[in-house]
């Protein structure tokens, strides 16, 4: 039912007058998932380092995320924040939970501002790496999104390199990515 109504989401908006810039011809890439996900050693803060740019996020830098593991949600409780262009802080929260009809580590989003979406993390170490993609398509379309996540804002470069080599082996173009700027007057509230 979920598909369907996402599916019917994006078909929606490749039939209107402009294709938003989100969407683009092509099929998503058929990522792995990581083996035996822990989602209680998945929990706690992470920071976003590289990111395929998702124009309806409303922060563009020092963008961090805590996730609570929630048994009420059997998945986290999300509060992701950063400054917008406008030197705004501003701060979101959702949940990211698997679902019965995928493993663990193919989650859904679900924050209220935006509709749902796969959250599917491909590789991670829980301790300083997170590779995670998110795409949905239909009829030779998609949105794709992915994401870099390291334990810490400063000193990514493994993290970027890690993920770097992760999604190019699952056929998903890093060079879309673009850094997330962790300069030094962010502030970590989330």
């Known amino acids: 039912m979920l598909k369907a109504l996402v599916a019917a989401a994006l078909v929606a908006l490749v039939a209107a007058d402009s294709i938003p810039d989100f969407v683009a011809p092509g099929t998503c890439a058929k990522v792995a998932n990581q083996n035996n996900f822990d989602l209680h050693r998945y929990a706690g803060r992470w920071y976003q380092v590289q990111i395929i740019d998702i124009p309806y996020q409303p922060y563009t830098r020092c963008i961090h995320s805590d996730y609570d593991y929630s048994d009420s949600v059997n998945g986290f409780r999300v509060t992701t924040a950063g400054f917008s262009p406008n030197n705004e802080y501003i701060r979101?929260?959702?949940?990211i939970y698997p679902t019965k009809d995928f493993p663990p580590a193919h989650m859904l989003v679900d924050f209220p501002s935006a509709f749902a979406a796969p959250y599917e993390v491909i590789e991670t170490d829980y301790d300083s790496y997170s590779c995670v993609y998110s795409c949905i398509g239909t009829d030779n379309y998609k949105s794709e999104f992915g994401f870099v996540f390291s334990r810490t804002p400063q000193n990514s470069a493994s993290a970027i390199s890690r993920c770097a080599s992760v999604f190019r082996r699952?056929?998903?173009?890093?060079?879309?990515?673009?850094?997330?700027?962790?300069?030094?007057?962010?502030?970590y509230r989330a």
Request: charged share 10%; glycine share 10%; with cysteine.
């Open 92 to 95: 979101l929260q959702g949940n």
């Open 170 to 187: 699952n056929g998903v173009d890093f060079s879309s990515f673009s850094a997330v700027p962790h300069t030094s007057d962010c502030v």
